[in-house]
């Protein structure tokens, strides 16, 4: 038997195949229980499936959201893919995922790939997005969804954590062991000045120091966002005559990269330093000791994300009152040893 067709079905159903096409598409006009039932009973028995490709070009919407992450290696990044895979399954839609590795020129071309192939909408978890990248997503009048940074025009639409309250919130708790004052891990220079989770979490550090009455000054070091770049930067800053008695990191992979280092410098943490992170990895339950970090319901956010993105109302569990383009979540703290807390607590 050759390609099984939608005509195939309606004839077999005894119908048109307009109601075919409502029954596979659940609309847009509503279709009787039992008619459904024989199209469906037809669809059983033929073995169709439905050209994707084709009603993709019909609707000019196809069942795909396209995500592009910065980094997919990075811990925090891959689970927050896997809670966006997850709410579009859940939805019946499937993800594209692309890495741009923090690079404007891979972030266009992901823009482009997904665009082209008419996703019904987009989630970028983006350090910017680049001017070309801007200009991409106006060319294509697509939907976007900022993930995880604050959106910088009026018209864009954002789920984004209260960044600056959890870091703010994490120093101060590393301050409430009596340590003289907390240093901080910051991003590099090229981490944009504003909007971005890292520059906000060296804002919430700030602003619980300077709440304390303690200057920053020179206690601010710069560092890439992964582990490996912490462990190096760490191995120098610990091996110094100035060794901070706490530190609060932007990540939670920069504080796995410092809990490394000081081990290797035989440094007894929290003995001798309090270490902090931020995103509550699943990796961090596990580190030694166990890693104090601030944490958010992740799920939650890619459900709002995946919602924004496909064009419905999103449910908002836990979201703070915000402006209709921005979802802000609250933070949690997740108190745990390495900040010199006790197990039990």
């Known amino acids: 038997m050759g390609k099984v067709t939608r005509d195939d079905v309606a004839r077999l159903a005894g119908t048109s195949t307009a109601v075919v096409s409502y029954v596979i598409n659940n609309g847009p006009r509503p279709v009787a229980a039992s008619t459904r039932e024989r199209v469906l009973?037809?669809?059983?028995?033929?073995?169709?499936?439905?050209?994707?490709?084709?009603?993709?070009?019909?609707?000019?919407?196809?069942?795909?959201?396209?995500?592009?992450?910065?980094?997919?290696?990075?811990?925090?990044?891959?689970?927050?893919?896997?809670?966006?895979?997850?709410?579009?399954?859940?939805?019946?839609?499937?993800?594209?995922?692309?890495?741009?590795?923090?690079?404007?020129?891979?972030?266009?071309?992901?823009?482009?790939?997904?665009?082209?192939?008419?996703?019904?909408?987009?989630?970028?978890?983006?350090?910017?997005?680049?001017?070309?990248?801007?200009?991409?997503?106006?060319?294509?009048?697509?939907?976007?969804?900022?993930?995880?940074?604050?959106p910088e025009a009026v018209d864009e639409v954002a789920v984004v954590?209260?960044?600056?309250?959890?870091?703010?919130?994490?120093?101060?708790?590393?301050?409430?062991?009596?340590?003289?004052?907390?240093?901080?891990?910051?991003?590099?220079?090229?981490?944009?000045?504003?909007?971005?989770?890292?520059?906000?979490?060296?804002?919430?550090?700030?602003?619980?120091?300077?709440?304390?009455?303690?200057?920053?000054?020179?206690?601010?070091?710069?560092?890439?966002?992964?582990?490996?770049?912490?462990?190096?930067?760490?191995?120098?800053?610990?091996?110094?005559?100035?060794?901070?008695?706490?530190?609060?990191c932007a990540t939670d992979d920069q504080a796995i990269g410092v809990l490394r280092a000081a081990r290797e410098l035989r440094i007894d943490v929290p003995g001798e330093l309090a270490v902090a992170g931020f995103d509550d990895v699943k990796e961090a339950a596990l580190t030694d000791p166990p890693l104090t970090t601030v944490g958010s319901d992740r799920e939650a956010m890619a459900r709002a994300a995946v919602d924004l993105a496909i064009g419905e109302p999103a449910s908002g569990e836990g979201e703070r009152p915000a402006p209709d383009r921005i979802r802000q979540f609250p933070v949690t703290l997740r108190i745990r040893q390495s900040c010199g807390c006790p197990a039990d607590s």
Not at 79 to 99: C, D, F, I, S
Request: proline share 6%; glycine share 8%; with cysteine.
């Open 41 to 150: 009973a037809a669809i059983r028995e033929l073995g169709y499936r439905p050209d994707r490709v084709a009603q993709a070009m019909a609707s000019q919407r196809t069942d795909l959201i396209g995500l592009i992450v910065p980094d997919a290696r990075q811990p925090f990044f891959a689970e927050m893919a896997h809670a966006v895979e997850q709410a579009a399954a859940e939805r019946g839609k499937m993800v594209l995922v692309g890495n741009s590795d923090y690079l404007d020129e891979r972030e266009v071309h992901y823009l482009r790939a997904f665009l082209g192939m008419r996703v019904s909408g987009l989630v970028l978890i983006s350090s910017g997005p680049s001017e070309r990248a801007a200009a991409e997503i106006d060319a294509w009048d697509a939907r976007v969804v900022l993930l995880h940074r604050r």
């Open 161 to 248: 954590l209260d960044d600056v309250d959890g870091a703010q919130r994490v120093t101060q708790h590393l301050l409430g062991h009596g340590h003289p004052y907390v240093a901080c891990l910051g991003g590099l220079e090229t981490t944009p000045k504003w909007g971005d989770p890292v520059t906000d979490h060296v804002t919430g550090w700030r602003r619980a120091m300077e709440a304390a009455g303690l200057s920053t000054e020179d206690r601010l070091f710069p560092c890439a966002y992964n582990r490996y770049d912490a462990y190096r930067v760490a191995l120098d800053l610990l091996s110094g005559p100035d060794r901070p008695p706490a530190l609060v």
